[in-house]
């Protein structure tokens, strides 16, 4: 059973972490900048940071908690750059 995508930052390089291994020359660009990973509720991006902090990428950062925790005044203040699915 999938869970449903709450939404999407603008912008954002979406890679499924099942495909992230198989992709991941894809973005070897930006091993040096800050990486931001996030998924919905935050099942899958922990495995995924950890993927790119041990493949090179030094500056990786977990939405912890996923997308699903901000808040409405969250949501509101970043209404430039999150695309909310749904609600």
């Known amino acids: 059973m999938g869970m ?3 939404g999407h930052f603008k912008n954002a390089i979406n890679i499924n972490v099942e495909e ?9 660009k930006y091993k040096g900048q800050e990486v ?3 998924c919905s509720h935050s099942h899958r ?3 995924a940071t950890y993927f790119l902090s ?5 500056n990786v950062k977990n939405v912890d ?6 808040t409405d005044a969250e949501r ?3 209404k ?3 695309v909310s699915h749904g609600n």
């Open 80 to 82: 430039g750059s999150f």
């Open 54 to 58: 041990t493949h090179g990428f030094s």
């Open 65 to 70: 908690g996923g997308v699903s925790t901000m």
């Open 36 to 38: 931001l990973v996030y």
């Open 20 to 28: 992230l291994e198989s992709r991941v020359d894809e973005i070897s």
């Open 4 to 6: 449903e995508s709450v």
């Open 76 to 78: 509101d203040c970043l």
């Open 45 to 47: 991006s922990p495995r």
